[in-house]
């Protein structure tokens, strides 16, 4: 596509992130508008398979058996469980169920087995499934496509300059190649990061230009406001600032206009018209749910009430069909 490019500069981003913000944001809704139906926003709904005890250093997570946070292990849920909580989920509007999984990278063994049953059994009541689940090679990615799963989550996080200061025990050019792999296999992309955590407007914008910079865009970039959890060294990180949320949102729209950009993490403590910018300034996509993964969410009512409120409808399943992207065909989350 002529009009979506993959060399914006970082010159360029900081000069969109940094116009007036009536103007910025009046220039992400006129994107958002050419691109997307603006009032309907996609709701995924989060499942925990498998909570803490990970290996890795992610110095935001709770899940990380390296800090002392309240999170208790749990080994792998039942299949029927998850479809039980899908099934809940389908009814509060989620179009997608998204299984999360406190791995550094996905095994094969058993475990695995077990999530490729959790995809069918999803798949069958007319879910979208996404997984996140950390690295995968090639041939899981494809064991993990060929399941039906829809959408693979791998957020870069932050910048490359400035991942080092977040997590030691991977790089990012780990989190990279499973993103390579992932497209490999057919699956979309769900990649983005986390604003807050004591990063530079410049880190910031480093991560968009590495996300803009892939080809396709990922189909869906999740940009999440760090939710600060005890007993993880950010614990005592300060709230970022809506305004920061909409600057991130609305030059994530620009920059990637096909892409759906999801108003991820940190929503519980953001006011309803705090969201409601984030949504005139292109994200069409929440996590909803009383959970994340381990934090809690915004309750389902509500989320109704402010879908009510603000005239946003839920947008349906398999929007863009079923069929699987083809390497280096981007089959967008556009209407
Ligand atoms: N273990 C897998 C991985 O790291 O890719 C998947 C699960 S991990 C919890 C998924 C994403 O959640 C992370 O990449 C991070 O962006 C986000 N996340 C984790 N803890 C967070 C927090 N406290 N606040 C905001 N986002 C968080
Ligand atoms: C993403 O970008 N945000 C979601 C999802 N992908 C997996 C996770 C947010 C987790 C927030 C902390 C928690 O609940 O444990
Ligand atoms: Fe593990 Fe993922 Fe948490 Fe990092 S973000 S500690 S890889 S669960």
């Known amino acids: ?187 979309t992309i769900c990649s983005g990061g986390i604003i807050g955590m004591g990063e530079s407007i410049d880190d910031r914008l480093g991560m968009l230009k590495t996300l803009s910079g892939l080809d396709p865009h990922p189909e869906s970039v999740p940009i999440n406001s760090l939710v600060p959890v005890e007993g993880t060294p950010m614990e005592n990180q300060p709230l970022v600032p809506i305004w920061d949320m909409v600057r991130m949102i609305a030059t994530a729209r620009i920059v990637m206009p096909k892409s759906a950009v999801r108003l991820s993490a940190g929503r519980l403590g953001m006011s309803q018209e705090g969201q409601a910018l984030c949504f005139l300034s292109g994200a069409n996509s929440i996590f909803a749910g009383d959970k994340l993964l381990t934090t809690p969410n915004p309750s389902i009512n509500e989320d109704v009430a402010l879908f009510e409120n603000l005239g946003l409808k839920p947008s349906a399943a398999f929007k863009f069909g079923r069929m699987k992207t083809a390497v280096g065909e981007n089959i967008s989350e556009t209407k």
């Open 1 to 187: 596509m002529k009009d979506i490019r993959h060399n914006w500069s970082r010159e360029e981003l900081l000069n969109i992130y940094n116009t007036p913000l009536m103007e910025l944001i009046f220039r992400a809704a006129t994107i958002h508008r050419q691109y997307h139906n603006p009032l309907e926003v996609q709701i995924s709904s989060l499942i925990s398979v498998k909570t803490g005890g990970c290996s890795e250093d992610c110095g935001y997570c709770p899940q990380s058996a390296r800090h002392h946070t309240e999170v208790k292990v749990h080994k792998i849920m039942g299949v029927e469980e998850v479809r039980g909580l899908a099934e809940k989920a389908k009814l509060g509007g989620a179009s997608r169920m998204c299984l999360g999984a406190a791995w550094r990278e996905v095994r094969d063994n058993s475990d695995f087995d077990n999530v490729l049953e959790m995809v069918k059994s999803i798949n069958a009541i007319d879910m979208e499934v996404c997984c996140t689940m950390g690295m995968l090679t090639e041939e899981q990615a494809q064991k993990l496509s060929d399941a039906g799963v829809y959408a693979y989550n791998h957020n870069l996080d932050t910048s490359e300059e400035f991942y080092s200061e977040v997590i030691t025990t991977r790089t990012y050019d780990d989190r990279l190649n499973t993103l390579k792999n992932v497209r490999k296999a057919g699956m």
